[in-house]
């Protein structure tokens, strides 16, 4: 079973750049795809982005395709989303996922292990 613990949240105007992270821990990490989802209050958790579980292949919502990069360090046991050009409507809070298996998805019910979330806010 993962942990998975995110960060690097905060609040930034429209057009700045935050990289989040999630730390994961007991489990072997390369064993899992990653994904980064997010949701606004009283809303449907929305796919942000997915990569494989050796960094090889990356999968990213339309809305963030260009402007959101995600990667993994598998000797840190870590995912990164790096965020720029942000918008106001990027204003959710972010979760990582952890799935089995070796490429993410856009599925949110394919993950099985979810961090707390972070929140991510964008002023106009």
């Known amino acids: 079973q993962v942990q998975l613990v995110e960060s690097g949240g905060g609040l930034v105007q429209a057009g700045g750049s935050l990289r989040l992270s999630c730390a994961t821990s007991?489990?072997?990490?390369?064993?899992?795809?990653m994904g980064w989802f997010r949701q606004a209050p009283g809303k449907e958790r929305k796919f942000v982005a997915g990569?494989?579980?050796?960094?090889?292949?990356?999968l990213y919502g339309d809305s963030v395709k260009g402007r959101f990069t995600i990667s993994r360090d598998n000797a840190k046991n870590t995912v990164y989303l790096q965020m720029n050009n942000l918008k106001p409507e990027d204003t959710d809070v972010y979760y990582c996922?952890?799935?089995?298996?070796?490429?993410?998805?856009?599925?949110?019910?394919?993950?099985?292990?979810w961090g707390q979330g972070t929140q991510v806010t964008v002023s106009s």
């Open positions: 996922a952890a799935r089995q298996g070796y490429y993410s998805g856009s599925v949110e019910q394919s993950y099985g292990y």
């Open positions: 007991g489990s072997t990490f390369s064993a899992y795809a």
């Open positions: 990569i494989s579980r050796n960094g090889a292949s990356t």
